[in-house]
């Protein structure tokens, strides 16, 4: 079992930055890979960044050059931070991880993840 918690969510002005965190706990060397996603009000969840367990990471089109996903060297805790948020950026953010044999971070999709956090809120206002 895994358990993931999400920090560092919060109210912010347009143009602003914010960090995410998410510690990981539990069984946490089964993790293959490690991702963020994002659901805003009526929308779907979609796929913000991946990182695998070779730090290799992968980023949805739309998320390139505002969003970095990092992670600490044990593994326990991921990071997002979001640069120049938008208001569009409004969403609940989702830490996730999936424990399969290896870590795809290209085709990782919401279908392949193993666990999920509570999900933290970011709101940003223009």
């Known amino acids: 079992q895994v358990q993931l918690v999400e920090s560092g969510g919060g109210s912010v002005q347009s143009g602003g930055s914010m960090r995410l965190s998410c510690l990981a706990s539990?069984?946490?060397?089964?993790?293959?890979?490690m991702a963020w996603f994002r659901q805003a009000p009526g929308k779907e969840r979609e796929r913000v960044a991946v990182?695998?367990?070779?730090?290799?990471?992968s980023y949805t089109d739309s998320m390139k050059g505002r969003f970095t996903i990092s992670q600490d060297s044990a593994w326990n805790t991921l990071y997002l931070q979001i640069n120049n948020l938008k208001p569009e950026d409004t969403a609940m953010y989702y830490c996730a991880a999936d424990t399969y044999d290896y870590c795809s971070a290209t085709f990782l999709t919401q279908w392949d993840i193993d666990y999920w956090g509570q999900g933290t809120q970011v709101t940003v206002s223009s």
């Open positions: 539990g069984i946490t060397k089964s993790i293959s890979c």
């Open positions: 990182i695998g367990n070779a730090g290799i990471t």
